[in-house]
């Protein structure tokens, strides 16, 4: 399968760390702006289609509110359909504040899209990335979250257990592993990064999590295990699944039950594009192709 095989098609979609969302028989594809990832940001797209392949122009879903506490970058929405609303996890930053995650709601995946409590969800003090959204066999949410290289050196993935109707933090954080941990991670480095946690529970009842970090071979998109199939499980490590400049990406399944991996790539501004792989569950984990 080539490179061109799998790119979605239309040139113009700019963006990192992209999300879809199933809904209503559409596909929805959120993502971070390309051209604003490193400067001040105004908003979030979305995009539509009817088969992954031919999109919608952009459609601005969020527009930063006035006097809204961030008004640096707008990174990694992720939309996540919960007792009825839709619920955008959003990483933003400040001037004057650490980068956070906050949530954001609407009755619709097209939005409008407008906070949903006043503040961050994620701990403040820390710096926060990269939100996503999770719920236990039992249906109690999470919100699973990096704490940034940039403050503790070894970047870190931490869930925290949220209140029913999402709204507050409902104990600690909790730390799952930390980017050195991996055997493969390079020891060599004084800083680790960790970025764009997605949680995905294979067919036999395995818990996965997908997230990126920095190896000698650049960008690139990992997998964790959890040893006990639950959050609070020990995470192990297999290879990398992939390795060619690209990550922060997400499984999806489309309308037929076909499973992908969607993500950016190259890791470069203005060059990033979502690219779309097939990808299948095998010995507890899942592999491309």
């Known amino acids: 399968m080539t490179f061109a095989d799998i790119n979605i098609r239309d040139p113009f979609i700019n963006i990192r760390d992209p999300f879809i969302l199933c809904e209503g028989g559409k596909y929805y594809l959120y993502g971070t702006r390309g051209e604003t990832t490193w400067v001040c940001a105004t908003g979030l797209d979305v995009y539509v289609s009817d088969d992954l392949e031919t999109w919608s122009e952009a459609h601005e879903c969020f527009s930063v509110p006035e006097n809204f506490w961030a008004d640096k970058e707008i990174w990694a929405p992720e939309v996540h359909k919960y007792n009825g609303k839709f619920y955008m996890f959003v990483t933003f930053r400040s001037e004057a504040r650490n980068r956070a995650t906050q949530i954001l709601v609407s009755d619709t995946p097209m939005g409008p ?54 709204s507050a933090a409902a104990g600690e954080p909790i730390l799952l592993f930390k980017a050195s941990y991996p055997d493969w991670a390079d020891k060599s480095r004084t800083t680790f990064i960790t970025d764009g946690p997605f949680m995905h529970r294979t067919a036999d009842g395995t818990l996965l999590m997908i997230w990126s970090t920095m190896t000698p071979k650049g960008y690139v998109q990992a997998v964790a295990v959890s040893d006990n199939g639950e959050i609070d499980g020990n995470w192990s490590h297999p290879a990398p699944i992939f390795e060619n400049d690209g990550g922060h990406g997400m499984i999806f399944e489309d309308y037929s039950g076909k499973m992908f991996l969607i993500l950016h790539s190259p890791n470069e501004t203005y060059k990033e594009r979502p690219v779309m792989f097939d990808v299948k569950e095998e010995n507890g984990t899942i592999i491309i192709g």
């Open 113 to 166: 899209f407008l906070p949903f409590t006043d503040d961050a969800i994620t701990p403040l003090g820390w710096q926060c990335l990269d939100g996503t959204f999770y719920t236990d066999k039992n249906g109690k949410p999470y919100i699973v979250f990096c704490r940034e290289w940039c403050q503790v050196q070894d970047g870190e993935i931490h869930a925290m257990p949220l209140t029913d109707d999402l």
